[in-house]
């Protein structure tokens, strides 16, 4: 599966996750999009403020971000 196909899939999927699976793939998603360091000012809302601390420490490239976002995914959808 490919990022793209698994970005398409949480955004119209109807699917149950965990408060920590969707904070793992928001902070996936943002790493592979914006790259591996946050680019913007820590917000104030605590959650937000999380996934940026998170964002901020994290280790993951791009691509591995990808991947990893993609395998959450295929964890989480219902085979069909």
């Known amino acids: 599966m490919k990022f793209s196909e698994a970005m398409e899939i949480v955004r119209t999927g109807t699917f149950?996750?965990?408060?920590?699976?969707?904070?793992?793939?928001?902070?996936?998603?943002?790493?592979?999009?914006?790259?591996?360091?946050?680019?913007v000012a820590a917000p104030t809302n605590p959650m937000k403020r999380h996934v940026w601390d998170l964002w901020n420490k994290n280790e993951l490239s791009e691509s591995d971000a990808k991947r990893a976002y993609v395998e959450l995914v295929l964890s989480l959808v219902p085979p069909e």
């Not at 965990?18 to 902070?27: G, H, V």
């Open 16 to 39: 149950d996750v965990t408060r920590e699976e969707k904070r793992d793939l928001y902070l996936f998603y943002k790493i592979a999009m914006c790259g591996p360091q946050p680019n």
